[in-house]
């Protein structure tokens, strides 16, 4: 009995406490009278609470009144806009109507300690930051590029700072030769963009790594990297190319005549997958940009081309041999294994013309081709086997036929012997 | 000295025949097939096909059981074995390119087969269980192919087995059932490699052996039919042993040759692994001997009368297939030893259609 | 020598010659070759004590190369030591504990995961398991 009534009393005493959670606004997600009001409203009024329901801020608990201000649990319009109220921020005030939250670290930290808190800083330092300093409205702020009341974390793959997103995010404006004609700056970036190797790692083999538009030029710092940055852009990611290139000859002078250096020969938006006819003194040469006919460095692009369409010949001979004689059945796993050392030789070698020194491109193809001759004997081995096979076929078959012969003979007599 | 050797020899040999023939009745078997006679006319050039058929079977079970040395029947590795086979094994791509090209030229060899008996009305009493073991035989060696087909596990026989297994769904009630049990399961799978290898290298060579053994058996005790229009005249007779045995294993010989030369110069292909969930190429076709019926399929309307074209088309085939096996008891003109026009043409029509539809399969493209 | 003879001993010779020529493929058939499995899917890798702690080894794993990395707490590591950039082989550097791939400087962490560099993806990496005295590599899943 005594247990029953000890039930009883806890069973009371949480509805009483239930009961006060639910009569209490602030404690039971409580109705949101700005919601209310604009899904009454026509098409641009009623979207922020629609597509508010996806956004980031709305993921973290906070509301309309939490950017825009006045009292939602207020029904009355007029006592809902309270003096707080801050409505529709004006485009130049947009960063600070942001970083209000944005740069309040012990704010931020809330939600997400990890997040940066210098937006604003570095956007006053961007071309975009710049301009709108000065008073123009039309340069992005952050709305533009992270959207309004759909705003998702740069990590949600329909983020508009999503990879892959942001070519076009960017490209919204910078494309658009209208918008842009008062700038006196190119606007096929995306155009040559998307044909680079880096496009084509992005949105064909959905690299994520591969860079877009920010790697190279920042994001809310954004700004046209200079000639004597962009090389350590570039090192970002290829830093043996880039330490390579620096103990090249080319370096001084490059320095010396303000050239920028990975962009002389690779361009900046159209980087297109690296050929070995970038090499040399051929027509897609980008040698010749600089060196005339005969002068002594052009001759050494020309050695440096012949060196490795000798060694990438080599590798295709000895390739087309293993090829060969696999396609006749003959084993010839072990030296296509082999022949793996070689081909990565000739990567490695492809990467060593850019500190041109003849003699370490020589030593490297030295170490493949000695593989290659090994190869190539596995694989003429493996061709004279599969040789031997077809004789052996043809003997066999000469063998079938002996045998017809005979049984035709065979056949002759008896039937000359039954008909008798 | 030689001369004594020789005879010593001579001795030995037919001291081991008559102990084996004591034992297995060796001598009355001999006396059998020589006094078994073989009629000679113009047209016992088609006798040779039957005895191509069981040569050919030979050569299977033969390279067959070679493979099965190498082989996994997994999804994993299917394909890799067969590989394997082709690249690594010695002589592999030569045991495998037997096995597929003589598996195709063994179909041909039972289609001549089978409408050589047909037109010659070798059918008739008292050899209709004869015509209709060889018409099961025609089933089964046809279910060979279709199982044997997608044992490498490639993209063409992934996709042709899928298409194949679909078209048995669409008959009404029991189709999607059928296709479940013939699968293993709703889709091609692993599942279905284990089902299609049991059937290949168990249940078939069951059936076969019991089928093919009462098909040969029927032949040897009946002997061979003569041809209605040559009823009236006396026709030349050869002994079945050794004479017919001889030129039947020239023929033997012959063929392998061709075997031998299609596949030093085309060793059959090993292809692209199946990926399930690869979009399914275009222009894909079942094997060679299943695309009458498969264009036909295509090519009906989708709704004739009140019923679905497809299933239209099944039943037809079925219909046909049983009228077929029939024939022996539906042809009374034959079994009267009476000429029997309406049948011949009705066997000409049929290989002409076979004929046309399966030259249309490879001649218009995009089917 | 009579005809009959002759086409006796024909017969006789070219069969045999015709067997001889068909059991040789046969045989050569039979006989086990020296790769034994149509997929590799384990291999032994080293023996137990081969590699001391922060060395590694390459072996060849089917047809190609893998890398086993025994790191300075004696763990025992192994990935497919292709790089997933432009398919170098990749080498285990013991200062600093992690994979360089020497044709453009990828590096990788001892979970196989990209560091720094332009490789676009992880290496994949492989079980490790201790069998007696062989250390056996296989493939996951």
Known sequence: ?420 | MSFQKKVNMKHLIQNVYSYADSRFKLSELLQFATKKKVPEHKYSFWYYFGGICLFLFAVQVFTGILLLLYYTPSIDSAHESIKFIMSQVKFGWLIRSVHSWSANILIGAIFIHMFSTFLLKAYRPPRELTWVSGFFLLLIFLAFGFSGYLLPWNELSFFATRVGTDIASTIPLIGKHIKTFILGGSEVSGATISRFFWLHVAILPLFTTIILGIHILLVQIIGMSKPISLAERKVKEIPFFPNFILKDSLGWMLILALIGVLCVFFPWEVGQKADSFAPTPLGIKPEWYFTFMFTTLKIIPSHILLFEGEVIAIFGFMIGALLWMLVPFLDRNAAKERRSPFFSFMGWIIFLYIVIMTVLTYLLPGW | MKRRNFINLFLGGSLTATTVAFLYPIIRYLLPTRQTEAVIKKITAAKVGELAPNTHKIFKFGTSPAILINTPNGELKAFSAICTHLTCTVIFESDTETLLCPCHNGRFDLGGNVVSGPPPSPLESYNVEIAGDDIVVSKKG
């Open chain 1, 1 to 420: 009995m005594k247990v029953l009534s000890t039930n009883r009393i806890i069973y009371s005493l949480s509805l009483v406490v239930l009961a006060v959670f639910v009569s209490h606004p602030t404690l039971s997600g409580q109705t949101n009278s700005c919601v209310e009001c604009h899904n009454e409203l026509d098409e641009e009024l009623k979207a922020p609470a629609e597509t508010f329901k996806r956004d980031i801020h709305q993921q973290f608990g906070l509301s309309c009144a939490d950017c825009h201000g006045g009292n939602p649990s207020e029904e009355d319009i007029d006592l809902a806009k309270d003096k707080t109220f801050k409505g529709t921020p004006s485009r130049s005030l947009i960063p600070e109507f942001c970083s209000s939250c944005h740069s309040d670290s012990s704010y931020m930290r809330r939600f997400n300690p990890s997040l940066r808190v210098d937006q604003l800083d570095l956007f006053w330092t961007s071309k975009h930051g710049q301009l709108l300093k000065k008073g123009d409205i039309n340069v992005a702020v952050c709305t533009d590029c992270h959207g309004t009341h759909e705003i998702q974390a740069a990590t949600h793959p329909k983020s508009m700072t999503f990879p892959w997103n942001i070519p076009q995010t960017c490209n919204r404006c910078h494309s658009d030769k209208e918008y842009m004609k008062n700038y006196k700056i190119p606007t096929n970036q995306w155009e040559n963009y998307k044909e680079s190797v880096h496009a084509h790692a992005l949105f064909d083999k959905k690299d994520l790594s591969a860079p877009v538009c920010n790697d190279c030029h920042g994001n809310h710092g954004a700004f046209p990297p200079e000639v004597t940055s962009i090389s350590y852009v570039c090192r970002q990611c290829h830093p043996s190319t880039g330490e390579l290139f620096s103990q090249s000859p080319h370096k001084k002078v490059y320095d010396e005549m303000g050239i920028s250096e990975c962009e002389a020969c690779h361009g900046n938006h159209k980087i297109l997958p690296p050929s070995d006819e970038m090499l040399g003194t051929g027509e897609n040469a980008v040698c010749i940009q600089c060196h005339e006919p005969d002068s002594k460095p052009y001759q050494v692009a020309s050695r440096i081309k012949g060196k490795v369409d000798e060694f990438k010949e080599k590798i295709h001979n000895v390739e087309s041999l293993l090829e060969r004689a696999d396609r006749q059945g003959v084993e010839v796993s072990e030296p296509k294994f082999r022949l793996s050392e070689a081909t990565t030789a000739l990567v490695l070698v492809r990467n060593l013309t850019h500190n041109l020194s003849l003699i370490d491109i020589e030593e490297k193809i030295e170490d493949g081709e000695k593989v290659i001759t090994e190869v190539a004997e596995a694989g003429e081995a493996a061709l004279r086997e599969a040789k031997f096979r077809k004789v052996w076929l043809i003997i066999a078959i000469l063998f079938i036929f002996l045998l017809a012969i005979a049984l035709y003979l065979k056949i002759k007599q008896i039937g000359k012997k039954t008909s008798a």
